[in-house]
């Protein structure tokens, strides 16, 4: 007997890298082995030396072939097993190592939009749909575009055994949202990446696209950001540490670094308008959504808890937003002696 294992990595294409796969057939028991791809058609390689590795890095389940199947998501290396330049995971491990003692977590709150053809789904042939307000966490088929595909995302997600903790309809239609986490950052990471192939991969069953563009409809409507929820054992203890945490994120040049590697086109998604702050201007509060970092109201009232970095956007690299916000936030916790 054989299984199929789904090989998936992350592609070279810039500004926003694309997911790639491809099958492998199994012998029955078999571990997955180190396997190989032709960078030179995913702008990882020239084509007179082109071929890259495979390195598989996490595994579950496949719940679109079921059975035995499984995906097999991957970190792709050159064929000395030197990381290639793609390869974002390489650069979170040593971070996540180092400040492993603070056991940073995250809940990456994940927003995508449906196209069908070149239109947001629910959006009509012509003209536009009536203006936002009723979209968000609505019901109905007025107001409510692609419920089926998503539902059947979640249940592949569960059935995965990835770390989903939520799901809702988003400002604008044809735009829904779903939570992974909190988890450790390789974790979340990977988990983020299998569920956005997984979204792809359920939506391509009913004919429909899904988008991680930032500011996916021009004009009055909103952008699709990746809210980015942080806390340390420090932060989940008490309120010094939180303030700490916020404060670095404001430090020096720290706000210009993270919002240069939060996604392509920041600039037209925090404008200061629809739930954001200006890309150029940090700011912190509580329950402050026109903030850069939000501290939720209930962590304002129990003083402990986490953070809600905003900026990040739909399209940003999971791999790099947890690295970037690990080494800002438990650097400046050590140092202040808040682990
Ligand atoms: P919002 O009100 O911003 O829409 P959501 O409910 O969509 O919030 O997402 C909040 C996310 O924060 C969830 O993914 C949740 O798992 C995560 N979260 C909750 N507690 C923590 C914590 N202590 N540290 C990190 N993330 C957390
Ligand atoms: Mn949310
Ligand atoms: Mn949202
Ligand atoms: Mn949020």
Wanted: charged share 20%; aromatic share 10%; hydrophobic share 35%.
């Amino acid at each position: 007997m054989t299984f199929k294992a789904e090989y998936i990595w992350i592609d070279g294409t810039e500004p926003t890298a694309k997911l790639r796969s491809k099958t492998k057939i199994l012998a029955d028991g078999a571990e997955p082995p180190v396997w190989g791809f032709d960078g030179s058609s995913t702008n990882q390689a020239q084509g007179h030396s082109s071929d890259l590795v495979l390195q598989p890095v996490f595994r579950c389940p496949d719940p679109i072939r079921g059975g035995d199947h499984i995906l097999v998501l991957c970190e792709v290396l050159h064929t000395d097993m030197t990381p290639h330049p793609s390869n974002t995971r390489a650069l979170l491990r040593p971070v996540a190592e180092k400040f492993a003692g603070q056991e940073p977590v995250f809940g990456i709150e994940q927003e995508y939009t449906f196209f069908a053809g070149s239109r947001p789904l629910g959006f009509p042939e012509n003209g536009y749909p009536a203006p936002q307000g009723g979209y968000y966490c609505g019901v109905g088929a007025d107001e409510i575009f692609g419920r089926e595909i998503v539902e059947k995302h979640l249940d592949n997600c569960l059935a995965a055994g990835l770390g989903l903790s939520g799901i809702n309809a988003e400002v604008m239609p044809g735009q829904w949202e779903f939570q992974v986490g909190p988890l450790s950052p390789l974790e979340v990471s990977d988990h983020m990446w299998v569920a956005r192939w997984l979204l792809y991969r359920t939506a391509e069953e009913f004919g429909v696209s899904a988008t991680l563009d930032a500011k996916p409809a021009k004009g009055d409507w909103n952008g699709a950001g990746a809210h980015t929820n942080f806390s340390t054992r420090a932060m989940r203890e008490g309120y010094e540490p939180i303030i700490t945490a916020c404060e670095a994120l404001g430090d020096g040049d720290k706000p210009l670094v993270h919002v240069k590697n939060y996604g392509t086109g920041i600039e037209a998604r925090l404008t200061g308008l629809h739930e954001t702050a200006p890309w150029n201007e940090y700011s912190y509060g509580v329950s402050d959504r026109g903030a850069s970092v939000r501290i939720p109201w209930q962590v304002g009232v129990e003083k402990k808890g986490y953070i809600e970095d905003r900026r990040p956007n739909a399209n940003v690299d999971p791999y790099v937003v947890t690295r970037l916000m690990v080494d800002t936030c438990c650097s400046a916790l050590e140092k202040a002696g808040q682990v």
